[in-house]
């Protein structure tokens, strides 16, 4: 079956750049994601990057793929206090008849020092 | 905000109840999706209708139900509830177009006590 994972924690100081790593199992997935939530908040999306493209660049992040080791990362560039939460990494998982649900990970946990 | 609505925001029952959580979609997506996130087991999909219909199913109990009306927001009931049911509940909708991304609610956080 499907499984994505990431490291658990994460911690920066401010204003340097912050990378969250993702391998996942699952060679089909079209579009690889990334979420932010923060506290008591829902799942905000940041970023996604098609399976055929090696980077995506957009703002202050930058989404890297290896789709031969099967693996993902996000950088934050110039991390900064408000970028404090847990980012999540997912994947489409074919459902069948068309659908794709999202396989996520455990979520990494960035915390970002001031 | 992206545009997805939950109610309630948050709920409290006892084991055994019947809870219903409701979801209104963005404005033109087809697709509705529900997730839960508990601590021990992440975020995992539940069930997914498209236009009215099921179309997907994931790690959904038996004791818990959903559908999507013709004004496309959908509910999902959850009965004979249980401790271990406590998490927050996620909607999600999508266009289903050709990136199918998924825009995520607020989410309904519920305790059974």
């Known amino acids: 079956g499907e499984d994505v994972e990431q490291s658990l924690f994460l911690s920066v100081r401010e204003g340097d750049s912050s990378v969250i790593n993702c391998t996942y199992t699952d060679s089909s997935s079209t579009y690889l994601y990334w979420y932010k939530q923060e506290p008591g908040a829902g799942l905000q999306l940041l970023t996604y990057i098609f399976s055929n493209m090696d980077m995506k660049q957009d703002q202050r992040l930058t989404v890297l793929l290896n789709k031969k080791d099967k693996h993902l990362s996000l950088r934050i560039a110039d991390t900064q206090t408000g970028d404090s939460a847990i980012y999540f990494c997912a994947e489409t998982s074919n459902s069948g008849a068309g659908s794709y649900q999202l396989t996520f990970g455990k979520g990494t946990k960035l915390s970002v020092i001031p | 905000d992206s545009g997805v609505t939950q109610t309630p925001k948050h709920l409290i029952t006892a084991t055994g109840q019947r809870v219903t959580l409701r979801c209104s979609p963005r404005?033109?997506?087809?697709?509705v999706y529900w997730y839960q996130q508990s601590l021990d087991q992440g975020l995992q999909f539940l069930i997914q209708?498209?236009?009215?219909?099921?179309?997907a199913k994931g790690n959904i109990l038996e004791r818990f139900s959903a559908q999507q009306f013709p004004d496309l927001h959908s509910e999902l009931n959850l009965s004979s509830l249980e401790l271990g049911d406590s998490a927050l509940y996620f909607c999600a909708s999508s266009d289903s177009g050709t990136t199918d991304t998924q825009y995520f609610g607020p989410g309904t956080r519920l305790t059974v006590l």
């Open positions: 209708y498209y236009n009215g219909e099921e179309r």
């Open positions: 404005s033109g997506d087809l697709s």
